[in-house]
């Protein structure tokens, strides 16, 4: 005798039916991790925040804390460092979202912190290494005890080291050496007064990952990761959008090519590629024929040495 359910039948001597295995799908499966992750932390912390800054990861983490908790609001605020380079549609989108599910969202603005004399300018343009400032400012004014970022182990060398939950001391470090174990998904968030710990639901997700599910659930996206025209110049083997931020020089002639963005930082760091892939099909079929990772592929910022990314980690970087 069976007893039938929507998924599979299951045998009443506890076994399951071998013509229909019951089986989470590889997208279901990564989506109920992240889920857990998501209530670990509303369990353990005080004040947990959600890094968001309009990009495809940091859309893609809302719209599972979104459901982690739904019908109820999540109980999380947003947080983005904006470097006053970034791409004026992420900005626009970043703002609807948060104005639709009625979210607070604080910014923490670089130029704040030029302004004053904290930071300075750097000769290249570029401010995504100096954001790590005004992260740290924040999130000690705010309190805040658990950080969750959108990255993937599959990014980046120094994301493939990290846990899924990661303590930072008390000046907003990451030491390697104290990362803690996370067997059978048991998460530690245990941290001293003026500690806290970041944590990456994606963590075990592929960009591939990221858009199949994009793809399952409807998510909308800026429009600036799909192909359409825009003014761009090439330094360094990447095509950079113009701007007030540095670029082009003399020598970089400004071209207007069909391209897309595979992931969206700084305008002064973060390259395009070319690309006619107006459709999540078409993006999806896109990455699976490539070989190099988005940030290997569009990030300037992590080419500036073999451990760059590990070095800003260090120092508290995202």
């Known amino acids: 005798m069976t007893t039938t359910t929507t998924d599979s039948p299951v045998r009443t001597d506890g076994h399951q039916d071998s013509e229909r295995p019951f089986a989470l799908s590889h997208l279901d499966a990564l989506e109920a991790e992240s889920v857990h992750v998501f209530r670990e932390v509303a369990g353990e912390f005080e004040r947990p925040v959600i890094l968001f800054s309009g990009g495809k990861d940091s859309i893609v983490m809302l719209h599972l804390a979104l459901k ?21 549609e992420v900005i626009d989108y970043r703002d609807r979202v948060a104005a639709r599910h009625h979210l607070r969202l604080h910014v923490a603005h670089v130029q704040d912190f030029i302004d004053r004399g904290v930071l300075r300018e750097r000769p290249d343009g570029t401010r995504n290494p100096l954001q790590t400032v005004p992260l740290l400012d924040a999130i000690e004014k705010n309190r805040f005890d658990a950080v969750f970022g959108g990255g993937r182990r599959d990014e980046e060398k120094a994301r493939a080291k990290e846990r899924v939950f ?17 067997l059978w998904s048991l998460y530690n968030g245990r941290h001293a007064a003026g500690e806290h710990v970041r944590v990456f639901p994606l963590s075990n997700w592929t960009e591939l990952d990221v858009w199949q599910y994009i793809e399952r659930e409807g998510i909308e996206l800026p429009e600036i990761y799909y192909a359409h025209e825009r003014d761009v110049f090439s330094r360094d083997g990447m095509w950079l959008t113009a701007g007030d931020w540095g670029g082009p020089k003399d020598s970089e002639p400004v071209e207007r090519r069909l391209i897309r963005y595979r992931t969206v930082g700084d305008m002064s760091c973060t390259g395009a590629v070319d690309s006619d892939a107006t459709t999540i099909e078409a993006v999806i079929t896109e990455i699976a024929a490539s070989r190099l990772t988005e940030r290997g592929a569009t990030r300037a910022d992590d080419k500036l040495s073999e451990a760059a990314m590990e070095d800003r980690k260090r120092e508290g970087y995202f």
């Open 68 to 88: 982690a908790f739904a019908p109820a609001a999540i109980p999380f605020s947003l947080l983005h460092v904006d470097t006053g380079h970034n791409f004026p």
């Open 166 to 182: 990661s303590l930072r001391d008390e000046f907003g470090a990451w030491d390697p050496r104290r990362q803690r174990p996370e």
